[in-house]
């Protein structure tokens, strides 16, 4: 089945952009989708990204797909401390097309 | 936008007891619904899958006399925990998917459940 990894920490200043990253490893996923999770809270999605499409953008957040390497990125331009969260990459390759999740990144906004 | 309610939101109960947690869409009819579980840090990970009129598709590991998955109409899927044990307090989380294609993979707020 889909393997989904992500680094667990990242750290950035407000006002600066944050990259967080994501591999995977089923090239069949259809969509890969990045969603926000604040604590104790259900999951936002944020954004998504058909398999045959390079880049998308929606205002403060940009998705790079690098389907040859398998990597998925999210760039969030201007952090904010409101985007202090756990954001997840996930993608269908789960059984029964059903949602296969990275591990998440803690997304840690310095002052 | 697509909305999918979950509740309870949290809901603490003794050991060998039953819980319930119920999942509907609000505004689209979900035909596929997923319940996924969620320890402290860590990952979501699928418990199951639900199509509307049929029996759930459990996965590996999952004991399906445990957690009983239940899809009686487009708007709604409900969990039942049986005989909960302390090992079964976790996260639960339901996602709903529709005939609108990405809204399908809408999210619920979460239920903590606390077995004591």
């Known amino acids: 089945g889909e393997d989904v990894e992500q680094s667990l920490f990242l750290s950035v200043r407000e006002g600066d952009s944050s990259v967080i990253n994501c591999t995977y490893t089923d090239s069949s996923s259809t969509y890969l989708y990045w969603y926000k999770q604040e604590p104790g809270a259900g999951l936002q999605l944020l954004t998504y990204i058909f398999s045959n499409m390079d880049m998308k953008q929606d205002q403060r957040l940009t998705v790079l797909l690098n389907k040859k390497d398998k990597h998925l990125s999210l760039r969030i331009a201007d952090t904010q401390t409101g985007d202090s969260a756990i954001y997840f990459c996930?993608?269908?390759?789960?059984?029964?097309?059903?949602?296969?999740f990275g591990k998440g990144t803690h997304l840690i906004i310095q002052p | 936008g697509a909305v999918v309610s979950q509740h309870p939101s949290w809901v603490i109960c003794k050991s060998g007891t039953s819980v319930k947690i119920e999942c509907r869409s609000l505004d689209f009819q979900a035909t596929t619904m997923f319940w996924y579980r969620q320890f402290p840090k860590q990952s979501l990970m699928l418990m199951a899958t639900s199509n509307e009129g049929s029996k759930a598709t459990y996965e590996q590991g999952v004991e399906k006399d445990k957690f009983l998955i239940n899809h009686a109409s487009l708007t709604l899927s409900t969990l039942t925990v049986t005989s909960a044990h302390p090992e079964d307090s976790s996260f639960y989380i339901c996602?709903?998917?529709?005939?609108?294609?990405?809204?399908?993979?809408?999210f619920g707020s979460g239920t903590r459940l606390t077995v004591v």
């Open positions: 996930a993608g269908t390759g789960g059984g029964a097309d059903g949602l296969t």
């Open positions: 996602s709903a998917r529709g005939d609108r294609g990405l809204y399908g993979y809408t």
